[in-house]
Each structure stands twice: as structure tokens, then as C-alpha cells.
Nanobody, 111 residues
Framework: QVQLVESGGGLVQPGGSLRLSCAVF????????MGWYRQAPGKERELVGV???????NYADSVKGRFTISRDNAKNRAYLQMNSLKPEDTAVYYC?????WGPGTQVTVSS
């Protein structure tokens, strides 16, 4: 059974940083692209960014230059490094691969 699990969320002040992790179990992680999404209260889920199997990345305009996605195929993990966080980054963050989703991790940016 394929399972994705996010971790690393929490409360951070504006301008701070967080690093989210996504662990993938039950599949060969390295051959597929991985995506990060987020959903703020009362809003639709939106794409944050993706990383291909080869390590190429693409980001939403709202996070470009502040967020970085990486992957460690040996550990079956992907990461989302978030810097210069803003209150509008507050959301539940999800990782996804091949149609499977993790349960999400809450990120709250507030002073």
C-alpha cells in the first residue's frame, strides 16, 4: 500500500523559515514527479510547486524565490524549504505523487 506522510509544519513568525518533509512508503519514489500543494481556510487547494524525477522544479508565482523543492531518492523523501514566510502562506500543505496524497501538515505564519 502506497502511503505519503508530511511532517515539519508548525507556527512561525513572518519572515521565518520552515522545512517540510514528505516520506513515501510502498513505491519506488525516484521514478515519478512529486508535487506540493496547499489549502488555506475557505480557499481551494493550489499548487505550490513540483519536482520531476530528474530534479527539475517549477513553482507558483506566489512562492517563487522563497520556496525550494528538493528530493532525496535514496531516502524516498521530498522536501519543501520555505523562507521569508508571510501570513498568506498559512495553509495545510500536502505532498502528492501519482495521484496519492498525504494527510497534510499545518503551517501557520503569525506574530
Amino acid at each position: 500500500q502506497v502511503q505519503l506522510v508530511e511532517s515539519g509544519g508548525g507556527l512561525v513568525q513572518p519572515g521565518g523559515s520552515l522545512r517540510l518533509s514528505c516520506a513515501v512508503f510502498g513505491r519506488i519514489f525516484s521514478i515519478n514527479a512529486m508535487g506540493w500543494y496547499r489549502q488555506a481556510p475557505g480557499k481551494e487547494r493550489e499548487l505550490v510547486g513540483v519536482i520531476t524525477s530528474g530534479g527539475s522544479t517549477n513553482y507558483a508565482d506566489s512562492v517563487k524565490g522563497r520556496f525550494t523543492i528538493s528530493r532525496d531518492n535514496a531516502k524516498n523523501r521530498a522536501y519543501l524549504q520555505m523562507n521569508s514566510l508571510k501570513p498568506e502562506d498559512t495553509a495545510v500543505y500536502y505532498c502528492t505523487q501519482s495521484g496519492q496524497w498525504g494527510p497534510g501538515t499545518q503551517v501557520t505564519v503569525s506574530s
